[in-house]
């Protein structure tokens, strides 16, 4: 079968490797669609995220979905060939001190899948932990089954930052968690939300999920912009979800005073600066958000009730022969492509 390997920066290779057969607590999947994430990116321009690179080629790979093949021993009875999942890329270890106080997502031995040494979900079938995949519905497709776990990196920053009815939201970055936290807001009865960015495909996807006013950066200066709508008052809660510099202090200057900002982007250089002054005079709460928390069962409500269209993220589809186009389509913002998906079962 085949499957995808990141070589190094801008790298991607298919090849064909050996099929894996599921061992105890295992399933063996039919992967059906892979988003490619912004910490994918990461990796493909940088050749590392958070400083923590690849020694081998290793298949990248953490937002999919997939149908059960075949069942290794012991796996629970709620799974059964045939199931159309989505998978969960992390295996927490369930033993640790903050698995053990419901902080799953911090466990100090955490395995997370297409993120070294773990490889992803690039690939036609693989093996997973079954406690970590997750049944989905009919009424949720292959491409939205994969997005159910962005769509929980959203939900965890959301919780984070605990929108209240009337306030008022800025989302930095328009990309897909940047659209889900723009969507999440408006559910919570969020007032004004406005949202950034410099592409207009981008800025109109977020008028689609529910923004108020879509900024364009390269435009306007996004805080004067929304220190001029809020009657220079500011939001009472900022998301940020682009790549963090400068984006992190346009959330710090545009919260109001008390207003609390939710850092959820990863920085390219593994480092952000915000303004001391600003923070201090301010009395801004900083949240970072990491991944996500029991997020699941949400996100497949709100998926299932349509409170949310995960496919209008995935239109950009391409057969895993493809992937090295799906990785420069999204890294270089090609016009249309929010997330970039690999269809390791399309033909093509
Ligand atoms: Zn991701
Ligand atoms: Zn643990």
New binding site residues.
Partial sequence: MQAAFFHGVRDVRVREIADAEPRAGEVLLEVRAVGICGSDLHTYLLGNIGGVSSREPIVLGHEASGVILALGAEVPPHLRVGQRVAIDPAT?????????HGQ?HL????KFMGYFPQHGAMQERMTHPARSVVPVPDSISDVGAAMLEPLGVALHAARLGAVQHGEDVLVTGCGTIGLLCVRLARLAGARHIFATDRYAWRLDMAANFGADYCLNIDRVDPVEEVLRLTNKRGVDVAFEAAWVTPTANQCALAARNGGRVIIVGIPAEDEFTLKASVVRRKELTIIYSRRMNHTYEAAIALAERGLIDLDALGKHQMPLARVAEAFKAAADYHNGVVRAMVMPQMKG
Avoid at 92 to 100: D, M, S, W
């Fill in positions: 927490p270890c369930l033993q640790c001190e903050f698995c053990q799953q466990c100090l031995n955490l």
